[in-house]
């Protein structure tokens, strides 16, 4: 799945392990490496708290848009 390779560039431009973002996510590394891989499809709690540790939205992490760039809320 493309989609994903976002995800993994982000880990990766972050110089974070599989192991080191598997345990900011409270998981272990295989259930990560699945999700990483396409194996298995990230759920959306994981999905928030990946588009909170790398500053941007989900939809790039999803393969939606190519522009890192957070949404920020309107207040």
Avoid: C
């Avoid at 994903?4 to 080191?20: C, K, P, V």
């Avoid at 590394?29 to 989900?58: C, K, M, W």
Wanted: aromatic content about 10%; glycine content about 4%.
């Amino acid at each position: 799945m493309a989609y994903y390779r976002h995800i993994r560039d982000m880990r990766e431009d972050h110089d974070l392990t599989q192991r080191q973002l598997a345990a900011l996510l409270q998981m272990p590394q295989p259930q990560y490496n699945r999700y990483e891989q396409g194996i298995r499809d990230f759920p959306t709690d994981v999905l928030i708290h990946l588009a909170g540790i790398f500053d941007t939205s989900i939809d790039y992490l999803l393969g939606l848009t190519d522009d890192p760039t957070p949404y920020r809320q309107k207040r």
